[in-house]
């Protein structure tokens, strides 16, 4: 799965977006922590729910879909490194599960918190996706898709379930850290240099949520349109679409001094 190496460089790209609809009509990263004792020790077996990710009954065969296993790091012995904690962790080795969490853990939480907004939510949500992966483990299938998306279809299900139980608030940090951010170079770019983070974010957690969340996973959080695509269960083609309609839609939410 994508990084961004940088927290701004995601902002960077989504303000170049918007620059570009213009022209034509920050947070921190969390430092990764160790899979929690709890996690590991206390997962059990799930029955799970028919057609929802990692929905199990019994559990795979280890032989049966590895000609399906795939990854999206770019590094070849990475890719192998990652597809074999998979088969591990399929096979009930938390060890396995853990190296994991270490891995995928700051990527679901980056997209967890760009979609709630809060610091803590994000944490607590981020523990459940890993709680529900590990209890599904036993009924993963391969199918061609990369475990990161799968834990990403979690992630996006448990935001969801939290916005529609309404107890959902959007609580926009207002740090210092969240500053001015460089924009593409002239006069639309030039605009969107005045507007500050918290407004962009603003405006971005107006959106609907397939549109909302499209940008998050693509400019936020780094994500290929491939990745994109598994994620949200969409093909590559819809997610161009989507994302095209997110950033005219996002621009018509600026302020009006900015558009």
């Known amino acids: 799965m994508t990084q961004l190496t940088q927290p701004s460089d995601g902002l960077r790209e989504l303000r170049r977006a918007l620059a570009q609809v213009l022209a034509t009509s920050l947070v921190p990263s969390p430092a990764p ?3 929690p004792g709890w996690l590991l020790s206390q ?8 057609g929802h990710p990692g929905a199990s009954g019994a559990g795979p065969d280890p ?17 192998q490194r990652l597809i074999a904690l998979v088969e591990l962790a399929r096979g009930g080795d938390k060890e396995a599960f853990g190296q994991l969490y270490d891995h995928y853990q700051p990527s679901v939480h980056r997209f967890l918190y760009y979609r709630v907004g809060s610091v803590q939510l994000a944490e607590d949500l981020t523990a459940e996706t ?4 590990l209890r599904r483990m036993n009924g993963f299938r391969w ?13 996006r299900n448990l935001a969801t379930d939290h916005f529609k139980s309404g107890r959902a608030r959007l609580e926009l940090v207002t740090d ?6 460089a924009a593409d170079e002239g006069p639309e770019g030039m605009v969107l240099a005045q507007l500050t ?3 962009l974010l603003d405006a971005l957690h107006r959106l609907p949520q397939d549109q909302q969340d499209c940008l998050v996973m693509r400019f936020l959080q780094g994500l290929s349109l491939a990745e994109t695509a598994e994620a949200m269960e969409r093909s590559s083609g819809a997610i161009k679409q989507l994302q095209l309609r997110a950033v005219r839609h996002l621009a018509s939410l600026l302020p009006e001094d900015v558009r």
């Open 43 to 50: 997962a059990a077996p799930s029955t799970g729910s028919a």
């Open 197 to 199: 983070n918290e407004a």
């Open 33 to 35: 922590v160790a899979a």
């Open 143 to 155: 199918q061609g898709r990369d475990f990161g998306a799968w834990l990403m279809t979690i992630a």
């Open 130 to 133: 890993f709680f529900r992966a």
């Open 176 to 181: 210092d850290e969240r500053t001015l951010d």
């Open 63 to 79: 032989a049966s879909d590895r000609d399906l296993a795939a990854s999206s790091a770019e590094d070849a012995a990475e890719r």
